[in-house]
């Protein structure tokens, strides 16, 4: 009979072994930091893209092999020294030899006095060799994690900084020293990555949950996100979109703020804002093919006919995104639009009369499909 518990025991046993060959061996315990180390990079830098992750893992495997050559010269070095004179016993020598001095006691047996002097159980020097490896093991391995903790801490922060255009570290290091004047200095110190910068750094203010945001006027509105997918720029109309829009912006002059948690190492150059165009009637076929225009309500596409807005990142908020087009004079005309991300859209409208043409458009149902237009002039 196989006991249930056989695997248990056979795992057990193996980090067993694994666990002693370590301790013994400090090349070994070093491979093991270094596979740690290797894991660990590997699951921190999931959400960055696959360029970046391999230089960082080539910097990892740059620090191990300078780390590992300074340790074999390390161990060389201390292999080869020569081994420490053994202390020698004398009685009644003076304080200024190098030997060291035992007084005879003259109230105990000659026989215990050299017993303690000069035998020691091989068991005790067993356990004095195990207790200073593991000392020494213990202190490598201290060594190893804080070594690598700080290359990298280092190694993010250098490209947080290289994706937000945060100041170098002489910089930090700089602004971060005492002002002598203690009305200049502030009474707290703002986290990095948090939502909220110093007081007047940004004209404007920022959002503090996750979302996409419109700014207008120095303020912020949220943008909804629609159930429809956006369809590629070659698919010239997207699924009929049935709700009505919930933002309203007071003109086209508007920028925007996205604000997601994904977009720190993957922010697009660009992005658009697509034409949401209404329906405005159908054309219709009775069952004598008689056409007929009818007036349609609550029905919309998003074209295909875009606008290009530049992206960079906000400074000190490395998962925040300015959106905003490269003519600071631009504005929107009046209707209905998407900021689109990826394939999503999010929803706003822009007040005022409806003058673009590309914001109407008709639609004709036929046996075949529904089929789009443009809306003709009356």
Request: aromatic share 8%; with cysteine.
């Given at each position: 009979?196989?006991?249930?518990?056989?695997?248990?025991?056979?795992?057990?046993?193996?980090?067993?072994?694994?666990?002693?060959?370590?301790?013994?061996?400090?090349?070994?315990?070093?491979?093991?930091?270094?596979?740690?180390?290797?894991?660990?990079?590997?699951?921190?830098?999931?959400?960055?893209?696959?360029?970046?992750?391999?230089?960082?893992?080539?910097?990892?495997?740059?620090?191990?092999?300078?780390?590992?050559?300074?340790?074999?010269?390390?161990?060389?070095?201390?292999?080869?020294?020569?081994?420490?004179?053994?202390?020698?016993?004398?009685?009644?020598?003076?304080?200024?030899?190098?030997?060291?001095?035992?007084?005879?006691?003259?109230?105990?047996?000659?026989?215990?006095?050299?017993?303690?002097?000069?035998?020691?159980?091989e068991?005790?020097?067993?356990?004095?060799?195990q207790?200073?490896?593991?000392?020494?093991?213990?202190?490598?391995?201290?060594?190893?994690?804080?070594?690598?903790?700080?290359?990298?801490?280092?190694?993010?922060?250098?490209?947080?900084?290289?994706?937000?255009?945060?100041?170098?570290?002489?910089?930090?290091?700089?602004?971060?020293?005492?002002?002598?004047?203690?009305?200049?200095?502030?009474?707290?110190i703002?986290?990095?990555?948090?939502?909220?910068p110093?007081?007047?750094?940004?004209?404007?203010?920022?959002?503090?949950d996750?979302?996409?945001?419109?700014?207008?006027?120095?303020?912020?509105?949220?943008?909804y996100l629609?159930?429809?997918?956006?369809?590629?720029?070659?698919?010239?109309?997207?699924?009929?979109?049935?709700?009505?829009?919930?933002?309203?912006?007071?003109?086209?002059?508007?920028?925007?703020?996205?604000?997601r948690?994904?977009?720190?190492?993957?922010?697009?150059?660009?992005?658009?804002?697509?034409?949401?165009?209404?329906?405005?009637?159908?054309?219709?076929?009775?069952?004598?093919?008689?056409?007929?225009?009818?007036?349609?309500?609550?029905?919309?596409?998003?074209?295909?006919?875009?606008?290009?807005?530049?992206?960079?990142?906000?400074?000190?908020?490395?998962?925040?995104?300015?959106?905003?087009?490269?003519?600071?004079?631009?504005?929107?005309?009046?209707?209905?639009?998407?900021?689109?991300?990826?394939?999503?859209?999010?929803?706003?409208?822009v007040?005022g009369?409806?003058?673009?043409?590309?914001?109407?458009?008709?639609?004709?149902?036929?046996?075949?499909?529904?089929?789009?237009?443009?809306?003709?002039?009356?």
């Amino acid at each position: 009979m196989v006991s249930p518990h056989a695997q248990e025991v056979e795992y057990a046993l193996i980090l067993s072994r694994m666990i002693n060959t370590v301790k013994e061996d400090p090349s070994q315990l070093r491979m093991t930091i270094y596979e740690f180390a290797r894991a660990r990079l590997q699951i921190d830098t999931e959400w960055i893209e696959e360029p970046e992750r391999t230089r960082l893992r080539a910097a990892l495997e740059t620090a191990i092999q300078g780390v590992e050559d300074f340790s074999a010269r390390r161990e060389e070095k201390e292999r080869l020294q020569p081994p420490a004179p053994p202390a020698q016993i004398a009685l009644g020598a003076s304080p200024a030899n190098s030997m060291v001095a035992v007084h005879q006691a003259n109230s105990l047996p000659k026989s215990v006095v050299l017993k303690e002097v000069y035998w020691r159980p091989e068991t005790e020097r067993d356990a004095e060799r195990q207790t200073r490896l593991l000392s020494s093991t213990l202190a490598r391995v201290s060594i190893g994690m804080v070594l690598f903790g700080i290359v990298a801490g280092l190694t993010i922060y250098k490209y947080r900084s290289s994706l937000t255009g945060a100041p170098t570290a002489s910089v930090v290091a700089k602004s971060a020293a005492p002002s002598s004047n203690p009305s200049q200095q502030s009474p707290a110190i703002a986290e990095p990555g948090t939502a909220a910068p110093s007081p007047g750094s940004l004209p404007f203010p920022l959002p503090s949950d996750y979302g996409v945001y419109a700014l207008n006027d120095a303020k912020l509105s949220e943008l909804y996100l629609l159930p429809e997918q956006v369809p590629d720029k070659r698919v010239a109309m997207s699924t009929p979109v049935g709700q009505p829009s919930r933002t309203t912006l007071p003109d086209g002059k508007a920028k925007f703020v996205v604000f997601r948690r994904d977009l720190a190492g993957s922010a697009p150059d660009r992005m658009e804002v697509r034409v949401v165009a209404r329906v405005v009637r159908a054309l219709t076929f009775d069952a004598k093919g008689k056409a007929s225009f009818v007036p349609v309500s609550d029905a919309w596409n998003i074209r295909n006919v875009s606008y290009e807005f530049r992206v960079r990142p906000l400074p000190g908020n490395p998962e925040m995104l300015m959106v905003q087009s490269a003519d600071a004079n631009f504005a929107l005309p009046a209707g209905r639009y998407v900021l689109a991300l990826k394939n999503q859209g999010y929803d706003f409208t822009v007040a005022g009369k409806v003058t673009d043409p590309s914001q109407c458009i008709e639609r004709t149902d036929a046996a075949n499909g529904a089929f789009y237009s443009d809306c003709q002039k009356q």
